[in-house]
């Protein structure tokens, strides 16, 4: 006896008898088909986006932030730029402080830099979240990616990692007036005074870096690579995935075992 074919199940295959087809195939409850079958077309997507079908699991308790590109600030940036934008940031972070799962966040940087106080505010709102944070410079982290890689509580950087620090930069119209300067000097002042507070550096070993005239042909400026950063006490170590995933969990025990002792003696 041939049977008679009778159209496509949701999945795309033949379905050649129509005999008990909801109950076997389109159950009430979709939680309770078998994984495979939830999301039929992950694996293709994960291909398709990521060149694997097979995504490692991450530790629920450790939140990581990328941020890469260009910091996207109040313009929108050039549709050929890779960016980040504030506004995806800043909701993360917020509910990286709420959320009681997570333990510790690990920043991952690799930026060329952008909107100056996008990125300061940025960086303030990783500094002022009471739970562990880490950051690991990877590539680069130019102009104000660097008081994002100081903002952790410990900073790592690749050994090929470079840090560009240079004096703030303006675009468009700019007014020849004392009081543009003023304001140059005090939105200058606000990013020296972050990344002193928030690393080891000398005040003034970061000016000079910024005002240096050797590294460019026709720019101020510094650049430090890897241990160059460290000397200079902006980073805090040399390393990479590993040392920094070791170092978060290390602050995180530390945390836990101070809460418990507050406890303990409450």
């Known amino acids: 006896m041939t049977k008679e074919f009778t159209g496509f199940d949701y999945f795309g295959k033949i ?8 109950q076997q195939h389109n159950p009430d409850n979709p939680s309770e088909l078998p994984k495979q079958q939830q999301n039929p077309n992950s694996d293709l997507m994960n291909i398709t986006a990521l060149g694997t079908n ?13 941020i ?19 506004e995806h940031i800043i909701p993360q972070l917020v509910a990286v402080e709420e959320n009681p799962k997570i333990e510790g966040l690990l920043v991952v940087l690799n930026t060329v830099g952008g909107d100056v106080e996008a990125g300061l ?4 709102l990783i500094n ?4 562990p944070k880490v950051t690991l410079v990877l590539g680069g982290s130019h102009s104000i990616g660097v008081p994002l890689a100081t903002s ?67 720019d101020i400026g510094t650049i430090l690579v890897g241990k160059e950063a460290v000397e200079h006490n902006l980073i805090n170590e040399v390393g990479g995935l590993e040392s ?12 836990t075992a101070a809460r418990e002792e507050q406890i303990i003696k409450n």
């Open 54 to 66: 097979n995504i490692p699991e991450k530790e629920e308790n450790i939140h990581i932030l990328t």
């Open 244 to 255: 920094s995933l070791k170092k978060l969990k290390e602050l995180i025990s530390y945390r």
């Open 152 to 218: 952790g509580d410990y900073s790592f950087i690749a050994p090929s990692g470079t840090m560009t620090i240079h004096p703030i930069r303006m675009n468009g119209l700019v007014i020849g007036v004392p009081q543009t300067f003023n304001y140059f000097s005090k939105m200058q002042d606000r990013i020296i005074d972050f990344v002193v507070r928030t690393s080891k550096v000398n005040r003034k070993t970061l000016i000079d870096l910024m005002n240096s005239t050797d590294e460019f042909a026709n």
């Open 128 to 131: 002022s979240l009471s739970k």
């Open 121 to 124: 505010a940025i960086s303030e």
């Open 15 to 22: 379905r050649l008898d129509g005999n008990n087809y909801n």
């Open 68 to 86: 890469i590109g260009h910091i996207e600030g109040h313009m929108v940036s050039p549709p050929q730029n890779k960016s980040t934008k504030y």
